[in-house]
């Protein structure tokens, strides 16, 4: 899955941007902001459509997920394989952005939010899915 530079948007106005740059929940370093690449709506759906035809994956494992545990940025850490990087898509799945593995790891409380947000995860090499469910929990498929 590869992008060029018009496929993605401006963070600032991400609509999910708030999260990253708000001291009342997570306020990143702008290092670590550029780290965050928002994809496009069209991108996303297009990204998604790809990781969505994959249907050999089988289930790995799952963890509860509590807000800021280290206990599951190491299992994140365990199962994630080695790449550099990541897709998260919220919800609709037309809200992404495109992030380093290991800028996720220890900050996926950042970007997962219990009682809202269902997620899927993928890489480029679209090699697992990992699904976060509103009620804290991790699903990893591979």
């Not at 600032?12 to 997570?26: G, K, V």
Request: proline share 6%; glycine share 0%.
């Amino acid at each position: 899955m590869d992008f060029s530079e018009n496929d993605f948007t401006d963070l600032e106005s991400f609509s999910l941007y708030w999260r990253w740059n708000d001291p009342n929940y997570d306020q990143f370093a702008p290092a670590d902001l550029a780290q965050i690449k928002p994809l496009t709506t069209e991108a996303a759906n297009s990204a998604f459509a790809e990781i969505e035809d994959i249907k050999h994956f089988q289930l790995h494992s799952k963890v509860d997920a509590p807000a800021e545990s280290e206990d599951v940025s190491k299992w994140l850490d365990s199962v994630i394989p080695s790449c550099e990087t990541i897709f998260l898509f919220w919800g609709t799945w037309d809200i992404a952005v495109v992030l380093p593995r290991n800028f996720f790891v220890p900050h996926w409380d950042a970007f997962c939010y219990p009682s809202s947000d269902d997620l899927v995860i993928s890489s480029k090499e679209l090699s697992f899915k990992l699904f976060y469910h509103h009620y804290e929990e991790f699903v990893f498929y591979k």
